[in-house]
């Protein structure tokens, strides 16, 4: 039990459908996150969500739309991907304490992920 | 803006011998410096951390980090490596974000380290 649970484990989705990513935290943490994980690739920031402000990467294409509903639960709505977008979606939380979200004494508390594939 | 870079996408090591596993960072700012580890098909977790004090960091399964200013590094050892330190390790550099609130962590690539019996 990581405190972060994300669902699914695993995602098979053609071009066209239209599925959604979900994250909860049961750390009372305040911040959540999307990062995109592939292959030889650096981790990839996608979304932040910190005290109901929205902070995204502007590289992060339109067709994946976060939603933060509350502190604990995290969306990742998924339509008319394309084939390089399939990669491991990490969901991630921490404290937010007014020194930034990943300060000194908050460091990011990952999910086990999403293995997305795009046929 | 901060950028990582860690030296070897694939380390490896005899068990019981030394790891050393290599991070060098940009920033124009003083720097909050994390590893982090990714066991297979799971998320990340945390081994250790720098924020300001020591620059020598313990951190769990007898894996330490030493902060070199001088040298802009942040390299990752264990003394005695165990099977079960087979895994992909991540470092990475907190920066604040434009809006001055959320900081965010930029990554390395990754280094792979095998552990051979």
């Known amino acids: 039990e990581t405190g972060v649970t994300q669902t699914p484990r695993h995602l098979v989705m053609g071009m066209t459908n239209k599925k959604s990513l979900k994250c909860e935290q049961h750390l009372g943490h305040n911040a959540m996150y999307w990062y995109k994980q592939s292959a030889k690739k650096p981790l990839e920031l996608m979304f932040v969500y910190s005290l109901e402000e929205r902070v995204e990467n502007n590289s992060v294409p339109s067709r994946f739309s976060p939603e933060c509903p509350n502190s604990s639960h995290l969306f990742l709505h998924l339509h008319t991907l394309q084939p390089e977008d399939s990669a491991l979606y990490l969901c991630?939380?921490?404290?937010?304490?007014?020194?930034?979200?990943?300060?000194?004494?908050?460091?990011?508390?990952f999910g086990n992920g999403t293995r997305l594939t795009v046929t | 803006a901060q950028s990582v870079t860690q030296l070897g996408s694939h380390v490896s090591v005899s068990e019981g011998a030394l790891v050393l596993l290599r991070c060098n960072y940009s920033?124009?700012?003083?720097?909050?410096l994390f590893w982090y580890v990714q066991y297979p098909n799971q998320g990340l977790q945390l081994l250790l951390k720098y924020t300001t004090g020591a620059t020598l960091v313990k951190g769990i399964n007898g894996f330490e980090a030493e902060f070199k200013k001088s040298e802009t590094s942040f390299h990752l050892t264990k003394p005695s490596a165990h099977m079960s330190d087979a895994a992909e390790y991540f470092c990475a550099v907190s920066e604040r974000s434009s809006s001055g609130s959320a900081r965010q962590l930029t990554f390395g690539s990754g280094t792979q380290l095998t552990v051979l019996p």
């Open positions: 920033s124009s700012v003083p720097p909050y």
């Open positions: 991630a939380s921490s404290q937010f304490t007014g020194q930034g979200a990943q300060g000194p004494n908050s460091p990011l508390h």
